[in-house]
């Protein structure tokens, strides 16, 4: 989905590794307090003062995390950063940092990188997050992308997948199922493509799961949320892989059960009509589609009425006795145990 039919193919080997990096990484500023040093010495130098420092690695590789026939690269720069500040947000911390490390084969041009780190740039910009160091290096096949972020907390605001108790409420940030219907409609626009290559795919009706799929945020703006609203989770963990893989998570950790209920779980109404349209179940797919990085925490009872009627959270469920296991209660009241549905990349058959 290149726009640009005849662009401009500078070959990598041209700058040398140095000039690479120097060449991709010149318009970036530091502007975190915390970063003392960044690009340009052997290490990057942060301070956090008597702040805890959180930190969360990420590697995605062409062919198994993206396909580049229909993602852009400049959203891809944008995506690989937001899925790591996503689990800075997730621990309750704020992203500050990040490092962003590639591998790609002789068939990218420079302009290729160019466009990826304009992604990356944007990424940087819009959350107060300093690009701090990073490696650009050869592969023989495709395209490895690995970023690494870097947050800060006080330690008593850290929030982890464990602490949550029985009668604790479930939240979410946002809604659910979006990503993964984007991603079925840019794969069915993709063999579409393949059949008849003069074809222009309209995907006006379908553009915020479209969007959802190609450009997700983290959710730092409900980390600051819950600062204002004086919530302090109980536990939480960010939607990478599906709402019903994150639940069994805080119920493992937690070492307590759940209650989700289906008529509780937020749906934008494109995403309903989206899946009628292809025949698929709305609950399965909030359940089992990954990538929405929406927040899933849990708060004590007594903190409902600060969240009560806010748009953005969504109290879906509470936690139970260990004993009593993790179930969905459908509308028709009847229990399910929730399984993992979650995206798994080693099981993943394409
Ligand atoms: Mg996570």
New binding site residues.
């Given amino acids: 989905m290149l726009e640009d039919k005849n662009p401009q193919r500078t070959s990598l080997g041209e700058l040398g590794e140095f000039g690479l990096i120097d060449h991709l990484t010149q318009n970036f500023e530091l502007k975190q307090p915390s970063s003392l040093v960044g690009i340009g010495d052997d290490a990057a130098v942060m301070d956090f003062k008597d702040k805890k420092v959180i930190v ?1 690695t990420d590697m995605l590789v062409e062919g198994v995390h993206f396909d580049l026939s229909y993602m852009p690269l400049k959203h891809l720069g944008y995506k690989s950063v937001m899925v790591n500040l ?2 800075i947000c ?1 621990m309750n911390a704020l992203p500050t940092q990040v490092t962003v490390s590639i591998a790609v084969s002789n068939r990218f041009p420079l302009e290729a990188l160019e466009e990826f780190y304009e992604g990356v740039a944007l990424a940087c910009k819009l959350y107060h997050v300093d690009l701090v160091g990073g490696d650009t290096t050869s592969s023989n096949k495709g395209m490895i992308i690995s970023v690494t972020a870097i947050g800060a907390a006080n330690a008593d605001e850290i929030v982890y997948r464990k602490g949550s108790k029985p009668n604790d409420l479930l939240v979410v940030t946002g809604d659910l199922g979006g990503a993964y219907l984007g991603l079925q409609v840019l794969e069915r626009e993709k063999e579409v493509f393949k059949v008849n290559p003069n074809s222009q795919p309209d995907l006006e009706a379908y553009s915020y799961l479209v969007e959802r799929q190609l450009k997700p945020e983290a959710r730092k703006d409900m980390v600051e949320l819950l600062k204002k609203l004086e919530v302090k989770p109980t536990s939480m ?5 599906g709402l019903s893989s ?1 639940i069994l998570h805080l119920c493992k950790h937690g070492d307590v059960g759940c209650n989700l209920f289906e008529d509780k779980i937020p749906l934008d109404p494109s995403a309903i009509a989206t899946c009628e349209e292809f025949k698929m179940d709305s609950t399965m797919v909030a359940l089992g589609g990954g990538e929405d990085y929406e927040l899933l925490f849990t708060i004590d009872q007594a903190d409902f009425p600060k969240i009560k009627g806010n748009p953005n959270l969504t109290v879906i469920g509470h936690m139970t006795e260990k004993s009593e296991g993790a179930h969905l209660i459908t509308r028709a009241e009847t229990k399910i145990p929730i399984t993992a549905q979650g995206w798994n990349s080693f099981n993943e058959t394409k």
């Avoid at 963990?237 to 892989?241: L, Y």
Wanted: charge should be negative; aromatic fraction near 0%.
């Fill in positions: 969360s996503s689990d997730a963990i960010d939607i990478s892989d994150e």
